[in-house]
C-alpha cells in the first residue's frame, strides 16, 4: 500500500548512457514533482505537473525530460549521463495542488560512474 | 541566493533536552511554510502552516508561523534518540512566475545523544 512508489532505488551507470526512473502515486493527487537532492541534502525542485500539464520547469539541462503518461505517474528520462548528475532523486506528490505539502517517494539514488 | 534560511546548520543535545530549530523566508506569493523530518530515505511530512500565530501540535513537536515578520520554529521538547535526523523547512507559492514550488532550505542536522 506504498503511497509514493519510484523505481529503481538504486542505479549505477556509466557516462554516456540513457536511464529512466518511474513513479507511481495511489494517492489520487494531481500534483506530482522530481526533486533532485545533492550530497549536501539539499533539496531543488526540477519540474512539477498539475493534471498532467507541467507548470513547473526549472534551469535543469535539456537531458532531463519528464513525462506524465496519467495523473498517477511521472517519470523521468535522463539522456547522456553526466558525473554531476549523480544525486538522489525524490518523486512527490501533493493533494492540495502546488505549493502545499507534498509526500514524498523513498528516492532513487544515481551514480554515475 | 537562498529564499529559506533555517539555523542552526547543526545541533547536538542529550535526551530529555527542549530544541528550538529556526526557519527565515522571502518567498513572493507565500501559501504555505512545511516542516519535514528527514531520516536515512525521504522527508516525511511533519506540518503545514499557513496562518500567523496558530501552534501547531503533535506530540512532542509544535511549530508556529509569524508571517509578519518572515519565520518559523519547530520545537522538539523531551528529545529522544529517535529525534536524531534532518529537519528541513519548505515553503510553498501559489502563483505567479513562482506558482508550485517549494523553496527547501539546507536543514538543520538534529543529532540525540542518549
Known sequence: ?113 | EDKVVQSPLSLVVHEGDTVTLNCSYEVTNFRSLLWYKQEKKAPTFLFMLTSSGIEKKSGRLSSILDKKELFSILNITATQTGDSAVYLCAVGADRGSTLGRLYFGRGTQLTVWP
Not at chain 1, 532505488?9 to 557516462?15: D, E, F, G, I
Not at chain 1, 500534483?31 to 533532485?36: D, E, P, Q, R
Not at chain 1, 539539499?42 to 498539475?50: A, D, R, T
Not at chain 1, 493534471?51 to 534551469?59: F, G, M, P
Open chain 1, 1 to 113: 500500500d506504498t503511497a509514493v512508489s519510484q523505481t529503481p532505488k538504486y542505479l549505477v551507470t556509466q557516462m554516456g548512457n540513457d536511464k529512466s526512473i518511474k513513479c507511481e502515486q495511489n494517492l489520487g493527487h494531481d500534483t506530482m514533482y522530481w526533486y533532485k537532492q545533492d550530497s549536501k541534502k539539499f533539496l531543488k525542485i526540477m519540474f512539477s505537473y498539475n493534471n498532467k500539464e507541467l507548470i513547473i520547469n526549472e534551469t535543469v539541462p535539456n537531458r532531463f525530460s519528464p513525462k506524465s503518461p496519467d495523473k498517477a505517474h511521472l517519470n523521468l528520462h535522463i539522456n547522456s549521463l553526466e558525473l554531476g548528475d549523480s544525486a538522489v532523486y525524490f518523486c512527490a506528490s501533493s493533494p492540495r495542488g502546488p505549493g502545499t505539502e507534498a509526500f514524498f517517494g523513498q528516492g532513487t539514488r544515481l551514480t554515475v560512474v
